[in-house]
């Protein structure tokens, strides 16, 4: 019988602090991050195959195969984050892979990280490797950003492995993530409020992430960032008190702010869809990830959702189902 070894790891929605969790702010000053995952996720499948061969396929990037008998896999930007694991782990033994998302790349949910998230509890799970939260998200982290170079802070990362609401503290000292646990007539009055669009347009993280270190090595947007942190715990307690208003305006403050990080957080085209769920019933809301595009995230006037998800699709936006996800990566076995 053919064993496949699956893990999932779920998408997450940023609610404010995002870009505090960038080196060398996170480092020199302390950042703070409050993001919840949702039901939209990352899979991977591992089957060994008996063999000394990787073979890859992706829905989002095609396909890949190489010998795994000469040395260290070079990355070379296809397929690099599989490529990364493997050689983290020496594996010499053959082994397909099968990999997708329920978003596209470049959404702001966090696809990347949560991509080898899930990579990861698939072959530690395979390989019999344990690991605990932090160790398994601490080594997404640096395989993808240290090892790979690929520009972003660690709430994705933490978020894909530890799943729900969560305040997440970052600084030289490291990483602390503190559970947030809200009441499920708080969760469910949330959903009812929210709402979540895709506007139809993919961004490249990497060179917003670049504008706004720069900005921050100048000095010109430390103000904003500062703002962005306290409004990241200010959410949680307001969350956590059930005040479903108060937090949606705070995630319109976050968006302002956010926009201060670097001109490149938005767009004309952005800031129509704003305006357009603003002006039709959502309290407040934001960009997921970023900036640039992807996922919007609202909180409405429960009697107006249905007015505002009707002017952003008028607009060509994207309305999301969805609901929010407690549980972080899991892995399971699978025998046909």
């Known amino acids: 019988m053919k064993e496949m070894i699956r893990a999932r790891a779920p998408l997450r929605i940023g609610m404010a602090g995002g870009g505090t969790d960038v080196e060398p702010y996170a480092s020199e000053r302390g950042g703070y991050v409050f993001n919840t995952t949702i039901d939209k996720y990352a899979y991977c499948t591992v089957v060994p195959n008996g063999s000394d061969r990787l073979s890859i396929v992706s829905l989002d990037y ?43 790349p470049g959404s702001g949910l966090g696809g990347s990280s949560t991509v080898i998230v899930s990579i990861l509890g698939a072959v530690t799970e395979w390989l019999g490797v344990r690991m605990n939260d932090y160790d398994l998200a601490e080594l997404a982290f640096k395989l993808e950003r240290e090892e790979l170079g690929l520009k972003g802070g660690k709430q994705d990362q933490y978020a894909a492995v530890f799943g729900g609401f969560n305040l997440m503290e970052f600084g030289r000292s490291g990483v602390r993530v503190n559970k947030v646990r809200l009441k499920d007539d708080i969760i469910n009055e949330l959903q009812y409020c929210s709402l979540l669009c895709y506007t139809g347009r993919s961004r490249e993280s990497a060179n917003i992430i670049d504008s706004q270190m720069a900005r921050y090595s100048e000095g010109s947007n430390t103000d904003a960032l500062d703002a962005s942190k306290k409004l990241a715990v200010d959410e949680r307690n307001a969350l956590v008190r059930g005040n479903i208003k108060e937090f949606g305006g705070m995630l319109n403050d976050a968006w302002e702010q956010k926009k201060k990080f670097t001109p490149d957080v938005t767009n004309s085209s952005l800031d129509k869809f704003y305006r357009a769920a603003m002006d039709s019933g959502a309290i407040g809301g934001k960009v997921s990830g970023a900036g640039g595009g992807g996922f919007m995230y609202f909180v409405c006037e429960y009697d107006k959702k249905h007015l505002v998800a009707k002017e952003l699709t008028k607009m060509k936006a994207t309305i999301t189902d969805f609901m929010f996800e407690k549980t972080g990566v899991q892995m399971w076995r699978q025998r046909e």
């Open 62 to 104: 095609g396909t890949f195969e190489a010998q795994l008998d000469g040395g260290p896999l070079k990355y070379d930007g296809n397929m690099d984050l599989i490529k990364a694991v493997s050689n983290h782990f020496s594996i010499t033994d053959g082994f397909d892979v099968f990999i997708h998302s329920d978003a596209p």
